[in-house]
């Protein structure tokens, strides 16, 4: 059974008018998130993203956005309270500021 | 740490020698990795950055690269038998190679500071590094090529997919590509889980047994001691059971959201505790604590199973953000009506 999380919350945006059709996006995507074909890619499945930013970070013509970070509660909730921004607590040893 | 004991031998290249890494596991691999497994000395469990062997790779072969946390590294190394190739260990602090590059530790500067430093372009003639898909959020492949001259392919989510891909010449399927969250890759966190919110529990369980001598207009020790095996006992099992319940039946659990999920398995065990206490098969005290136990057991169901969102490998920060500004309010509402149940029940009671 696919696990699907909340439909019509994620940031990612594709622009069309940028994308030269590499795929370098579908290649990152854990989630299949993106189609290419016909020298364009287009965003497929939206609400399978989990914004780990992988696609965006690659796109050689900068042509997504997404608001990219972690997807963990504890870490947000130790982020509030600690004030060290979100998604600083999964892994303390890293000593890395978000 | 080149004397590390998965090292066994060297390996001569240009640029000096090169420790090779065994691919078969050894009993101490193995223990390291059931104690990490259980949350004990995780955060400390690396291996030394820097170039390994694996086989006898030449300058030809290609290059994996991993991070330095030693569950990634032997997971790696313990797929590559009979292949010759080399590893690039990224310094990410001893973190697994996907959340490092959420960090950005698993990123393009290591790359490019790890490869100096290793003279890799003395190494090898076929300059391509060979990446791990889940390193991607933390990596941007063209700056890499740009900063280093080396190409970046990106290989398998999974370690246990290279040899096919390498076999393939660099070509992963559709299918590699795709991270799981399958019931043995969700029941292996169930131990760390446990072990990260006993702390929580116990405070809860302390803190409850000490109200439990509350009587009218004073406090009895006598009470409390008396009532602190079976609070305790109610208290570790609203953590318990969502704990594990949660990850083993998430896809089944109705609601996308997380919160939903564990509210539902609290309702579940909320409904058994009530049956249970009107069969005489437990005795949480009165009707009011009875309530009290119930919708304090909601409340935390839900609450563990929000948390269990980090550890999926599908939840976006807008949807963890979307899911909190609800479920938080309610899971305060629960937990506060519950102290109110209880404490009200356990005075009405003395």
Redesign the interface.
């Known amino acids: 059974m696919p696990l699907k999380y909340l439909p019509n919350v994620v940031t990612l945006e594709l622009d069309a008018a940028r994308c030269n059709g590499c795929g370098m996006c579908a290649t990152v995507c854990p989630h299949a998130v993106f189609a290419v074909g016909a020298g364009q890619a287009r965003i497929g499945d939206r609400d399978a993203c989990m914004e780990c930013g992988a696609c965006a970070r690659n796109c050689p013509n900068e042509a997504i956005s997404v608001r990219a970070g972690v997807g963990c509660a504890a870490g947000i909730i130790a982020g509030l309270l600690g004030g060290i921004g979100p998604a600083s607590a999964c892994a303390p040893s890293a000593g890395v500021k978000s | 740490m080149t004397g590390a004991p998965f090292v066994t031998g060297r390996v001569s290249t240009p640029a000096g020698e090169v420790p090779r890494a065994s691919t078969a596991l050894s009993w101490r691999d193995h223990w390291g990795t059931l104690f990490v497994r259980l949350a004990m000395g995780r ?2 469990y690396t291996v030394e950055p820097g170039l390994y062997a694996v086989g006898s790779p030449s300058p030809e072969s290609p290059v994996l690269v991993s991070a330095n946390y030693k569950l990634s590294f032997d997971h790696l190394r313990s797929r590559l038998g009979g292949l010759d190739a080399w590893i690039l260990v990224l310094d ?4 697994n190679v996907w ?7 698993f990123g393009t500067d290591e790359i490019v500071r790890r490869v100096a430093a290793t003279r890799l372009a003395e190494v090898v003639t076929g300059r391509r590094l060979i990446l791990p ?2 390193g ?7 700056e890499v090529t740009r900063q280093t001259r080396f190409g970046v392919v ?1 290989g398998p ?1 999974r370690a246990a997919d290279i040899p096919e891909f390498l076999r393939a010449g660099m070509k ?1 399927t ?1 299918g590699m ?3 799981r ?1 399958g019931i043995r890759d969700r029941a292996v966190l169930i131990p760390v889980e446990l072990v990260i919110g006993a702390k929580l529990i116990f405070g809860v369980a302390s803190v409850m047994v000490l109200l439990g001598g509350l009587v009218r207009w004073g406090y009895s020790v006598d009470r409390a001691a008396a009532s602190a095996p079976g609070v305790a006992a109610l208290a570790l099992a609203a953590f318990a059971f969502p704990v594990v319940l949660v990850p083993l039946l ?3 659990l109705p609601g ?3 919160a939903v999920k564990g509210a539902w398995v609290g309702a579940a065990m909320a409904l058994g505790l009530y049956l249970a206490a009107h069969a005489g098969v437990v005795n949480p005290g009165g009707r009011l604590e009875l309530w009290g136990w119930m919708a304090g057991w909601t409340a935390l169901a839900s609450y563990v199973a ?2 269990f ?2 550890a ?13 500004k609800r479920a938080i309010p309610a899971q305060a509402v629960l937990a506060a009506a519950a102290a109110v149940l209880w404490i009200s029940g356990r005075l009405a009671g003395s």
């Open positions: 955060m400390a990410t602090k001893g973190i959340c490092a590059a959420g960090k950005g530790t898909q889940l991607a959020p933390g990596v941007s492949a063209h990106y989510v992963a559709p590509r795709r991270v969250f998430l896809p089944w996308r959201a997380f929000m948390n969102t980090g999926s490998t599908y939840t976006s920060l807008s949807g963890v953000y979307a899911e909190m």
